[in-house]
């Protein structure tokens, strides 16, 4: 089936990105093979028309365009993030007990469901620093492995295991490396990694990823199980959009930004400079001035994509009384009236016409009246840039967890909506 075959595209996507900085290697691939050509911020640049870029920055965000041959109206943006929660390594993580065991020293980023990162096989990925002839140089690392595990507590020695239970990460949640004190064991399987003497190594950012690949899964085969839908699904389907169409009269442009999980509020998150900085570059490098900008942004308008939730089979009384999104059933379009979600009854009009037009179905996400819920990257942008925005996302189960859960049907429609959106 040739939905099949764009979500088995996704899962591969998502198996060779278990971080940040490898959902932007990724990213970088797929431009690449498209003929997008990367710039640079430090860089002075020279556009030109009917060409492809691409800009990253800290090495886990990037925003890649299209400029059509023709003047343009505007702006056609898609916003998406490219972390997910997870364990992050501390320095100097090694903690050993007694002479039993070696575990590693962790933190939480993002609000995970912890009690899903028990018993399964972990691994590590993300970046590290090295020193190598005086300079200093990123490595982008995957042990791709399986390496530890965070085992739980026996039933036997917690009778009220099935009853609830609060977890602390410093003591229950550190994950177990080897047997017997091994002090500095993390450190040379660094050094095995990167090929270089501890000396060398200056610094990290490293996080644990479950190693369990993602798999479709129904009688249907009508649901994918998998890490990190939230919110790799949506990068992938904006890149893949961007790369599969040619822009008319308006710039395409694909933004994947960092840390949305934990507030966006870092230089390569949705609340900085970077997507405002980079599209006054795009005008100004074309001969537009800082009016022609704000012309542009009244002419344009902003996807922010980042899943949503689906009415939970066995807490359907979570949901909303009349707004409840389901798998496979399209594009969920979110409001919220304390503006978690920026989307107005004109954006969301908006993309309920772009739905129609590209003949994908759609629906509408209101968080319980009891329950706030959380807010995702649009209402940051729309802070540094006055562009009409809509929060959407696909219906998906299990969000935060380890493994999540969403309909094989809908990453096509959102790819085919977001083609449209940018053709």
Request: glycine share 6%.
């Amino acid at each position: 089936m040739k939905n099949h075959d764009t979500v088995r595209e996704l899962l591969s996507f998502i198996d060779h990105a278990p971080s940040p900085y490898h959902v932007v290697a990724q990213a970088k691939e797929m431009l690449e093979a498209a003929g997008f050509q990367r710039i640079s911020e430090k860089n002075r640049w020279e556009l030109e028309r009917g060409k492809s870029y691409y800009v990253t920055r800290q090495g886990s965000a990037l925003i890649a365009f299209r400029i059509p041959k023709e003047p343009w109206k505007g702006f056609h943006l898609v916003a998406s993030h490219s972390d997910s929660p997870a364990f992050k390594i501390k320095a100097n993580p090694e903690m050993t007990q007694g002479n039993l065991y070696t575990r590693l020293n962790v933190e939480r980023y993002g609000g995970m469901i912890l009690s899903t990162w028990f018993d399964r096989p972990l691994s590590v990925a993300g970046k590290v620093y090295l020193e190598q002839d005086g300079a200093i140089v990123k490595k982008l690392i995957n042990f791709d492995r399986d390496l530890m595990v965070i085992p739980s507590l026996a039933i036997h020695m917690n009778r009220e295991a099935n009853n609830g239970v609060k977890f602390s990460v410093q003591k229950d949640l550190c994950p177990l490396l080897s047997t017997g004190a091994d002090q500095g064991a993390f450190q040379r399987l660094l050094e095995e990694e990167t090929g270089v003497d501890r000396q060398q190594i200056l610094g990290y950012d490293l996080n644990l990823y479950t190693r369990q690949p993602g798999t479709l899964i129904g009688a249907k085969e009508d649901l994918i199980l998998s890490p990190r839908l939230d919110d790799q699904e949506c990068a992938f389907a904006s890149l893949k959009a961007i790369v599969e169409t040619n822009p008319s009269d308006y710039v395409s442009l694909c933004a994947v930004f960092d840390n949305e999980e934990v507030g966006s509020m870092s230089p390569q998150g949705a609340d900085s400079d970077f997507l405002r900085d980079t599209v006054k570059r795009i005008v100004y490098s074309m001969g537009g001035s800082e009016t022609s900008y704000m012309e542009d942004m009244a002419g344009s308008f902003m996807i922010s994509a980042d899943n949503a939730h689906a009415v939970h089979p066995n807490s359907p009384e979570k949901a909303d009384p009349t707004n409840r999104p389901a798998m496979n059933e399209g594009i969920v379009i979110k409001y919220s009236a304390a503006q978690k979600y920026t989307t107005s009854a004109y954006t969301g009009s908006v993309m309920r016409q772009l739905c129609r037009k590209a003949d994908v179905p759609c629906q509408v996400f209101h968080n319980h009246s009891d329950s706030l819920g959380g807010g995702t990257l649009g209402k940051y942008s729309s802070t540094h840039m006055s562009v009409a925005t809509v929060d959407i996302g696909l219906a998906q189960l299990a969000m935060h967890s380890a493994v999540e859960t969403a309909g094989s049907r809908d990453i096509a429609y959102l790819v085919k909506v977001l083609q449209y959106f940018y053709s």
